[in-house]
């Protein structure tokens, strides 16, 4: 049975962050869109991206580990039945007992033992040969969806072209940032037992003056020597659109002030803040008036006086 902690090159004592931490960085490297003529890169992948989605699923991990289920989610066949050929043969009701290695001759039915292990193999009906198991889906079909870093913000919803030509919307999820996977159901390519899935993998873009920080937006803001001094109200973009922001008389370069809820939704669906650091910006060739002005201005103050000892 294929190890999904081997698979991603983790102990099973691993934690939820190392095993995220193993998955980003294989699927950083054998990610499709980076190994577009490397057959073997894209099957490491799918293989990686199976394993990953057990492991960090607690549930399911955990069931793993008591081994309950395969790394497909499927049930793990008892006594060492199934699926391998060879096993164990029903031989008709008269001679059902006779011969079972392990179990005697003391009018066991097997059908009943099989019944209760999977809660009933189908509506009821009895045991009808060892070794059954579901067909297998189709494999899953990887995509990587960019988003624009404001609509990432927002959870914008985005509009994706699956391999079959059909667009769907997607509802970003929160907390969604680069490297977040998310999977779409029956989306991949089809199989016997149904179609795989779609694994979404989002790249969040970089913005031209946004930066984030955790669940909170930076921002620089450039404002006029006048408006440091003398104060007033100034348009401010956010991620969510521009708004007005009153500048208090005196601000410095450096000083911080907040935006509370213009930041990412964090997983618990709080948003974040934007924090702005204002920025005294002087006109570029400098100004005759604004030098006119400093020129009979006598400073009583010495701004370095902190920096000497």
Sequence with gaps: MADPYAILGVSKGASEKDIK?????????????????????????SEVTRAYDLLSDKDKRARFDRGEIDIDGNPAAPFGFGGGGGGFRQQGRANENAGFSGFGNDGVDFADIFDGLFGGLGGGSTYRGAGRSSAPKGANVAYKLAVDFTDAAALKPQRITLADGKTIDLKLPNGVETGTNMRLSGKGQPGPGGAGDGIVTIEVRSHRFFRRDGDNVRLDLPITLKEAVAGGEVRVPTVDGAVMMKIKPGSQSGQQMRLKGKG????????????IELQIRLPEGGDAALAQFVEGWQADYDPRSGLMA
Excluded at 21 to 43: F, G, Q, T, V
Excluded at 264 to 275: A, E, L, P
């Design 264 to 275: 990412f939704h964090g997983k618990t669906g709080v948003r974040g803040d934007q924090i």
């Design 21 to 45: 931490s193993a998955y980003r960085k294989l699927a950083k490297e054998l990610h499709p869109d980076y190994n577009k003529d490397n057959a073997a890169a894209a099957a490491r992948f």
